[in-house]
């Protein structure tokens, strides 16, 4: 059994597992909203939590404490946890590009033609 929980008459109290808020009356965009969306696969919707961080008055707290309990994954304090670090941005799923950047076709095709002509 974790330290962490505690069994009193068969309910479980998590009240350590929980952050303290020092301004427990301020709606706080990840208790007030769709939780799910801080845990999210789509990188759309990871950066609109992180956009909803952005004035949060418990950032810091939250982003410490994260750092402290090595979050394995979502969005704490502006920042998106993956595998316990804070990465930039979340790629999304599927295979990368063979190419780091695309050439449109109309261009290859003007720089060919010209290339030919001299």
Known sequence: MSSAVAY???EAI???LLDPIAVPD???PCRSGD???WFAESPAELERAKAQCADCPVREACLAGAL???EPWGVWG???FERGAVIARKRPRGRPRKNATVE???AKAGSDHRSAAA
Do not use: K, N, Y
């Open 26 to 28: 301020v709606a706080l």
């Open 14 to 16: 998590f009240a350590d």
């Open 104 to 106: 449109p076709a109309a």
């Open 8 to 10: 009193t008459s068969g």
């Open 35 to 37: 939780a799910d969306l």
């Open 68 to 70: 402290a309990r090595r």
């Open 78 to 80: 502006g920042e998106i």
